[in-house]
Every structure is written in structure tokens, then in C-alpha cells.
């Protein structure tokens, strides 16, 4: 995975719109880590990664790339086309669908799915290092870390959500239409990760920690409220807000 500061020193050139999943990932990447790590970045970058994550999907509505029946997809690629196939020869409409739409149809399944796997391999990748920073920390420095984590996290999340909205909107949809388990929009997949990463491990410590802090102040003592709020929001987003007593905040 790349750094802020690599890519800074090294920018990438934007790639051609018929460029390929390696050399459009490359570039993505890049500008993934860069808002994770920073947040907002220039409208100028940010339309720039839009432009590309879009001229890779939409591509696909032209014809089927070559990556798409290369050796190493070849199988999956026949795999898609299969049931279109299959569809065509129940259809009392020869006209409605031709051999090229079968195609690009499968190519577009291809396509998603290889950008949509790098997008999880990247969250989870980008959660494990958040996890392993953590593993060291304990009490109130443990909650003030995971709330400044979820905050930039949730943060980045949302920016990158935008970047592929055409993704969410012409692979994710149809495929959870079709019944396709394990896939979510692009910010919903985050969340998915740092639950399933690190929240999942940890959600008893932090419940923890947030009931002794507030047992404190019951005591006169005073205590981060943001911290803890940042948390609970981090609980309701996740699904798991029965596990803090929020009534007793």
C-alpha cells in the first residue's frame, strides 16, 4: 500500500481511460491514502480520482476489456456470461439482447467485481494497521485513540464512497439485487471492515472504559464527553449501540 508521502513526492500522471485494473488501482490508491490520512483533499484531486475510478467502470458499457478474458479471469469471465446466455435461449424476444450486450454485460460483472475486491483488500488492509497501533493501549488513552481513528476513518470513508458512485450505483445495486451476499455500497463496506477488524475484538474493553469514566464523574470526577460521544456514535453506526447504556450518560 502506498504513503501520503510517497505519492506526494512521486505523483502519478493521470491514467488514459482505457487504461487497465493495475494501472487505474495504482493511481486510486494513492489518492485512497492521501484522504484517509489527510481527510478533504483539493477539488482538482478529488475530480481527478472521480474521473478515473468512473472512466474505468464506464468503460466497460463500450466493450469488454482485455483484462477481462485473460488467462487468470477467463473462467470467471465465461462463469457471468453463462446465465445471460442462458437467459437469451428461454427468450421469446431474439431481438432484445444481443451478443455484444451478453458481453459487455459479463465484462461489466468482471470489472466490478475486480475493483470492488481491491476496495476490500484496501479497507481491511488500512483497518488492520489502525488495530495494530491500538494493541499497546489501554483505559481513556485507548477511547481517545479509537475515537480520533473512527472520526478520521468515517471521515475518509464518506470521500471515498463518492468516488464510486458510479460503482455503487451500476455494480453494487444490481449485484444486491440479485441476492449477492457480502456486497454493500462502498461506505457501508468500510464500516463493514472496521467492525469485522477491529471494533468486533475490542467492543467489550471500550464498553468498559466508557462505564467506569462515567462512574467517575458520578464521583466528581470530569471527564472527556467528546471522547465518549465519538465512541457511542461509532456503536450506533456499527449496530451496536444496546451494548452502551446511553441513558446513564
Not at 469471465?77 to 437469451?88: S, T, W
Not at 476490500?120 to 483505559?139: I, M, W
Amino acid at each position: 500500500m502506498t504513503t501520503p508521502s510517497s505519492s506526494a513526492s512521486n505523483p502519478r500522471r493521470m491514467p488514459p481511460a482505457s487504461a487497465e485494473l493495475a494501472t487505474a488501482w495504482a493511481f486510486l490508491e494513492d489518492g485512497l491514502g492521501e484522504i484517509m490520512a489527510n481527510g478533504p483533499i483539493k477539488y482538482s484531486k478529488y475530480m481527478t480520482l472521480y474521473t478515473v475510478a468512473y472512466n474505468y467502470c464506464a468503460s466497460s458499457m463500450y466493450g469488454v476489456r482485455d483484462s477481462a478474458v485473460s488467462a487468470g479471469n477467463r473462467s470467471k469471465y465465461f462463469h457471468a456470461l453463462l446465465p445471460l446466455q442462458r437467459e437469451d435461449a428461454l427468450s421469446d424476444n431474439d431481438g432484445d439482447r444481443t451478443d455484444d450486450a451478453n458481453i459487455n454485460a459479463a465484462g461489466a460483472e468482471v470489472i466490478g467485481s475486480e475493483l470492488y475486491d481491491n476496495l476490500v483488500r484496501y479497507f481491511a488492509l488500512h483497518v488492520k494497521g489502525v488495530k495494530e497501533k491500538s494493541d499497546r493501549l489501554q483505559g481513556e488513552a485507548l477511547l481517545r485513540y479509537y475515537a480520533g481513528e473512527w472520526d478520521r476513518y468515517t471521515t475518509g470513508a464518506n470521500y471515498i464512497n463518492r468516488l464510486f458512485t458510479y460503482l455503487n450505483r451500476h455494480w453494487v445495486k444490481p449485484a444486491q439485487k440479485e441476492g449477492r451476499v457480502g456486497v454493500y455500497p462502498v461506505y457501508t463496506l468500510a464500516l463493514v471492515q472496521w467492525k469485522s477488524i477491529f471494533f468486533l475484538d475490542g467492543q467489550n474493553e471500550l464498553a468498559g472504559i466508557i462505564h467506569r469514566l462515567i462512574e467517575s464523574e458520578r464521583n466528581g470526577q470530569t471527564i472527556n464527553h467528546g471522547h465518549i460521544k465519538k465512541v457511542i456514535d461509532s456503536f450506533i453506526s456499527l449496530g451496536l449501540d444496546e451494548d452502551v447504556n446511553k441513558a446513564s450518560l
